[in-house]
């Protein structure tokens, strides 16, 4: 099973943006989803997009981050901007575990993780 590749992570000052890519080994039209993780803490569903392209996000998130994919060359982006401290963490991306008509954000209902690209954002 190959695993997805997350990247565009980096460092940024508070206020600045990231466009991160997630390259997949499978079709990326069904349901997906963004994830990150910081240190000491659960990893969290940041947005996730279902197969009618209907996205959902994280409160912390809405009205900065928005998710998109291209399903020609099978990946999935993850647009960041005004980006604040607290969003600094690992980010994951990954496909939903069944084939289903929606998507949520919840970590167990999804599979093969890819390593992840790491977010840092400072003041």
């Known amino acids: 099973q190959v695993h997805p590749v997350e990247s565009g992570g980096g460092s940024v000052q508070a206020g600045g943006s990231l466009r991160l890519s997630c390259a997949a080994s499978?079709?990326?039209?069904?349901?997906m989803g963004w994830f990150r993780q910081a240190p000491g803490k659960e990893r969290e569903g940041v947005a996730c997009i279902d197969g009618r392209d209907r996205t959902d996000y994280a409160d912390s998130v809405k009205g900065r981050f928005t998710i998109s994919r291209d399903n020609v060359k099978r990946i999935l982006y993850l647009q960041m901007d005004n980006l604040k401290l607290g969003d600094t963490a690992m980010y994951y991306c990954a496909h939903f575990a069944v084939e289903v008509a929606w998507c949520n954000r919840i970590p167990v209902h999804y599979k093969n993780w890819g390593q992840g690209t790491q977010v840092t954002v400072s003041s």
């Open positions: 499978e079709n990326t039209d069904g349901s």
